[in-house]
């Protein structure tokens, strides 16, 4: 009998946050403020954000006190197991040693409880009675309505009009939850009605939803609005997962030669990754890998610049590889990893050579999630199967390098209540999707009056 | 910070399954040949099981060593964790501390791998190539189509038509791990064909199911037949959620007052009760509860009578509490619990005054449901709603009766892929469902030709 998991007592769980600024080995550009250029002040943010969360957003201390109240729901499901992945390893027969963190764990199926369960307590230590929130496919969302409902919050969730269609059972989870979920784009805010007098059919995106919720919050009492991905603030939150592993990682006596993790905002990826890019950082031999779609390939194709969070155009000008905020990515099913730009931070880890971002199509990627959850049994979300598709790549290398290789990645989630899109899968319906050059071209154009960075 | 969960070490999971048949203080009735009215012997359940696990369903041996194969597998997702209900605790407000096994940490969602692996184990050694099996929900074929994978086993499931069609996710699920899933009745078989021929828009039944996948495994080349629960095998193989319980509670140096859990076949509650049911044997002083349908109340409403397992007749007569093999009970959500009979340990067990029954209603399980989910963040399976209304039940009788108590209790699966319950319970469109007299009746009828136990 082989030992399969590391796993740690509640006392174990890391009581700090860790913070990659500190250790960044060239100082990231701030974000603008776009009307007048000018790095945006802490001020500029406080009408959507309480101001605890804004000093997290700016901050630069290396190590931040995680509070007890936020401890005490990380327990629920955290610490998160550590697995080998011996069934995966056979069936690729490759010479490599696959580590994972299991954040499918969590009461909603994946990573995004670690930054809503925090700003749910900051909220709500701030006094807000409310949050406005927009949610893709619906992970975050669902987050978000579980960590208000534990703090005593109303939750209200613009979601994705098509998304809300075709995925009820996100929605249902919200609903479970006690929120409020709103398919968008809706006639309960300006920007909602004015997509709808000229589209009345409109599918919805995720620029509109953010639109809808930030409006929402600016025009409504004692409310304050969160975002699931992209920020400082949220990828610190995420850190816990890299901190966790560390620890697991260093009771087996083992240092990872690569970590990995999928992209789309950058959330779970810094997660795992922030910890170790430090140790890269100071002088340790580690290879660090983002997986992003190719059909939404930010950091692969994209040109680093200026721009906004959103369609909109209601955030603060931001410095990251970036599609163009006007950029739709292809229907693929990995909802989660539909976004335009990437993190600040993980653009300028990408910049600085620290990570290494990879492209995979989705046909690739479902292959991978299908022999992963045919060996190891766990069904994996949609965007985790990015990752998969990664791994096996790495493993293909080692094999033809002959060298061993330890891999280490975050399981980002499980995939049941994605599992139309394996059905899809399965029946022969799913489509590769590469982005074709007019829209590298589109992304300049939509960037090109921005401040370079 | 509070301590939440009792983990354990993968070294520490048990190395044995416990067979409550060595302890019963009185023995059980054996199931009857139904030509002979004899007690059916090994040779007659040949055709179906392999002998290694009719060696187990006819065993009086404490002890049975849990294959080391069995153990790589079961490390996937156990030991599973130990958990205090903290949060819902403070909701109820009253004298009591609950402890909860969570066995929705299985790739499946729910208890039903810890037979499903086995199983497919014990098969694959004996030779076999494919099996047959039914499904209501889908819980059990889910389970079992990922066991097969994992053994290299060709896997059919018979799923009852109307819960097809209701609910895809767990048939997608079913196919994501390899597995056949047909719509039943199906033409696949004689038995389907008859029903087919009379009722072209039969939305099938378990009773159905059944015969079906007999039918198929008896004509088919290298193939058995696997039951889900009700059969002494399977309750010996869930008796790790128990063992493992008990250790973890062993580290917190507590024993319980009230160990529960739900009640449909009885895998799940005879999982976590009978190494309780042992100590209350030799003296301990703790109260056991099972938690059925309302609208299913076979050990609260039904009689202690030999039936059959199936609505077609082919099983051996089992003796057991019993609403007839002809019954057809209400379409609660909570598909797992739909069973005509009770296991005949388990019944065995209540006539014994070992085991207390107790039946809740659909909208009291689902209130007690999302109350839970509110509070712990997890949301239960519909069936796991039923242990949860007994747990509240319990909680108020502490209060009225001003005693402090310790609940421990099997939380045997998320509802993740049940959310369509839960949308339509939250909307108000639930019923409740009490059996009516006249069904007693029927049930009575339905016994009266059969040998009495």
Same sequence: chains 1, 2.
């Avoid at 230590?125 to 406005?132: D, F, L, N, P, Y």
């Avoid at 997986?291 to 969070?309: L, N, Q, R, V």
Wanted: with cysteine.
């Amino acid at each position: 009998m082989e030992q399969v998991k590391v796993v740690l007592q509640d006392r174990e769980i890391p009581k700090k946050w860790y913070n990659i600024m500190a250790d960044l080995p060239t100082p990231m550009k701030p974000p603008l403020h776009p009307g007048t250029g000018q790095p945006v002040t802490p001020n500029d943010l406080a009408a959507i954000f309480p101001m605890n969360i804004i000093e997290h957003e700016t901050s630069n201390k290396r190590w931040i006190k995680i509070p007890d109240e936020v401890l005490q729901k990380y327990l629920l499901w955290r610490p998160s197991p550590l697995y080998r992945a011996y069934n995966f390893e056979k069936l690729l027969n490759c010479p490599v040693k696959i580590y994972y963190k299991n954040e499918g764990v969590s009461p909603a199926g994946s990573h995004k409880p670690n930054a809503a369960i925090p700003m749910a307590y900051y909220n709500k230590v701030a006094g807000t009675k409310r949050i406005t929130t927009e949610t893709g496919a619906g992970q975050w969302g669902s987050a978000l309505s579980m960590a208000c409902q534990m703090f005593g919050l109303i939750c209200r969730v613009y979601m994705v009009k098509i998304s809300y269609e075709q995925k009820p059972y996100r929605r249902m989870m919200m609903n479970t939850w006690g929120a409020e979920c709103i398919p968008s784009p809706s006639n309960l805010t300006q920007a909602g009605r004015n997509v709808l007098a000229e589209h009345p059919d409109s599918p919805g995106s995720l620029g509109i939803a953010i639109s809808e919720a930030i409006e929402d919050c600016v025009t409504s009492k004692d409310t304050k609005y969160s975002l699931g991905s992209v920020l400082n603030h949220v990828l610190l939150y995420q850190s816990i997962i890299g901190l966790e592993a560390q620890k697991q990682m260093q009771k087996l006596g083992i240092y990872p030669d690569v970590v990995m993790g999928c992209c789309g905002g950058g959330s779970n990826f810094a997660g795992i990754a922030s910890p170790f890019v430090c140790d890269k950082i100071h002088g340790k031999d580690v290879k660090i890998v983002g997986a992003e779609p190719s059909s939404c390939p930010s950091m692969t194709k994209g040109p680093f610049a200026y721009d906004f969070g959103d369609l909109a155009k209601t955030t603060p000008l931001l410095p990251m590889y970036t599609l163009g905020h006007d950029y739709v990515p292809a229907p693929i099913h990995a909802g989660g990893l539909r976004y335009h730009g990437m993190a600040p931070i993980v653009s300028h880890m990408v910049r600085e050579k620290l990570v290494e971002p990879r492209a995979y199509d989705q046909l690739k990627t479902f292959d991978a999630g299908v022999k992963w959850a045919r060996s190891e049994g766990f069904i994996p979300a949609p965007e985790t199967n990015h990752v998969l598709a990664a791994v096996v790549d790495e493993a293909m290398r080692a094999k033809e390098e002959g060298k061993e290789k330890v891999i280490l990645f975050n399981w980002s989630g499980h995939g049941l209540v994605d599992l139309a899109a394996y059905d899809a899968y399965l029946a022969g319906k799913l489509q590769a999707y590469e982005l074709p050059d007019h829209e590298v071209e589109r992304a300049l154009n939509a960037i090109k009056d921005f401040p370079k960075p």
